[in-house]
């Protein structure tokens, strides 16, 4: 970075010298480095005496003292929107003044140096520019003194005792999120999400954690892969398996797909079981359950999509199903408009176990974010593409650049023949550039930060049935 850091000096106590005003600017600049201040910033320093300060003091604060420093900061609450930021400017924080005289007697007062009391006074103030305040919050105070602390520590100006004091603390509070770990009683269950394709696994998965983490679409077999959504509430977590739709393979890739759905029923606590309402058990279906019974798991038949015009076939669906297995209980929901899907989680509490959570209360998926773009591209292909061009279409992330601002992405899309690979880039690229669109838009939501995304487009004539080509493209059969 490019600071710029202006000094004057409107004092006679001291002489200011130029490795004082050098010292001054380090500390400038090593404060905004720790605070990951990522833009040019523009900051004036004046040095002071008391009696200036005071006038400062009582006209600006209306506070009859003088102090050891003051921030008139520039930006609201130190926020600046980044549209605002232009390459080469610098962007304005604000001004500080320091009192030489008060920091002198305080650097006394407290036995070190001066050389520490007027750093430690300038990323005190430097801390006021970006916004803390520790006059309002006690938060803001502590975590002000530690920085301050910090950036004077890798300055070779830690006060005496500083980092046995630091080690202490560290220790102390490892010691009291052990004592808390141990007190708190965790809860945790394995669901597994069950039923023909499109019935609304993934939308349902989607609704209870609040984020898209399973792709959503009108076409069957949408899942290829067991995809998990973690949603953690107070002390509880629960853990959901998306599995894909339960049919009859086709190809190699459907045969994986059955696989994991298959191996899903391991280790789960409980099975939410989903049809449709007014759809009647079929083959699939009497398979499925078969599997449930034989593996003794608890299990709920959840009916959706009440909200299409099917509530007078509702009672018949019930009726069918119900038959066909001792299920814990029957809840009809709108995965969509979120209908009836508390109750689900409602029936889902007396399967949680004591037991250690196995993922962070902050997280929601357990998938790698190479394969969560993967999966957003796909979903616009299924999307955009009204045939069957979709199922024959795989993504693959080629290469991923993570920056501070930017997120670039370069992804490969592959389909089965040349004729597929005219359609999914369409006329004049129009296709792919809305595949592109819509991806990254979605993709920016959940990475809340800017994102380019280069898409191509390359033929591998059946890659479904090639058990070289699934594995190439992430379909690995396990051992």
Request: with cysteine; hydrophobic share 35%; aromatic share 8%.
């Amino acid at each position: 970075m490019k600071n710029k850091i202006y000094t004057k000096n409107e004092q006679k106590i001291m002489t200011i010298t130029p490795a004082m005003r050098a010292l001054i600017k380090r500390a400038i600049n090593n404060a905004l480095e720790y605070e990951e201040v990522e833009f040019d910033c523009e900051i004036s320093v004046t040095f002071t005496d008391n009696n200036h300060i005071h006038v400062l003091n009582r006209d600006y604060r209306g506070k009859d003292a003088p102090t050891d420093v003051l921030s008139f900061p520039l930006l609201e609450n130190g926020e600046i929107d980044e549209d605002d930021i232009v390459e080469g400017e610098a962007v304005a924080l604000g001004d500080i003044v320091l009192s030489v005289e008060k920091a002198l007697s305080q650097s006394q007062e407290f036995g070190h140096s001066f050389e520490r009391e007027i750093c430690f006074l300038t990323v005190h103030s430097v801390l006021h520019l970006l916004g803390y305040d520790h006059e309002v919050s006690e938060d803001d105070e502590e975590y002000m003194n530690e920085t301050c602390e910090e950036v004077l520590s890798e300055m070779g100006l830690a006060r005496e005792g500083y980092e046995e004091e630091k080690q202490r603390k560290k220790e102390e509070k490892l010691n009291a999120l052990l004592e808390k770990s141990q007190n708190e009683v965790k809860k945790t269950a394995f669901i597994a999400l069950i039923g023909r394709p499109n019935v609304g696994k993934s939308t349902l998965m989607n609704t209870i954690i609040g984020e898209k983490v399973a792709i959503v679409s009108n076409k069957p077999q949408t899942t290829r892969n067991r995809i998990t959504g973690i949603y953690t509430e107070g002390d509880s977590q629960y853990v959901f398996m998306d599995t894909p739709g339960m049919h009859k393979p086709k190809t190699k890739l459907g045969e994986y797909m059955m696989k994991s759905a298959d191996e899903t029923l391991s280790g789960t606590d409980v099975i939410v079981y989903m049809t449709e309402a007014g759809q009647l058990p079929e083959k699939a279906d009497l398979q499925i359950i078969e599997k449930i019974k034989n593996a003794k798991i608890p299990a709920l038949l959840v009916i959706n999509k009440i909200d299409a015009g099917k509530r007078d076939k509702l009672l018949v669906t019930i009726d069918k199903f119900s038959k066909l297995h001792d299920f814990v209980s029957v809840i009809p929901i709108s995965a969509l408009f979120n209908d009836g899907v508390n109750i689900v989680m409602d029936e889902l509490k007396p399967f949680l176990k004591e037991e250690r959570w196995y993922f962070p209360d902050d997280l929601i998926t357990d998938m790698p974010e190479r394969e969560i773009c993967s999966e957003i591209i796909r979903e616009k292909i299924l999307r955009t593409i009204d045939d069957e061009i979709p199922h024959g279409t795989a993504v693959v992330i080629e290469d991923f650049k993570e920056g501070s601002k930017l997120i670039e992405i370069r992804a490969e899309i592959f389909c089965e023949k040349n004729a597929h690979k005219k359609i999914i880039i369409g006329k004049n690229g129009e296709t792919l550039k809305k595949i592109a669109t819509f991806a990254r838009e979605d993709m920016e939501a959940f990475f809340g930060q800017k994102v380019y995304l280069n898409l191509w487009v390359k033929v591998k004539e059946n890659w479904r049935d090639s058990e070289l080509h699934l594995n190439r493209l992430g379909f690995k059969k396990e051992n």
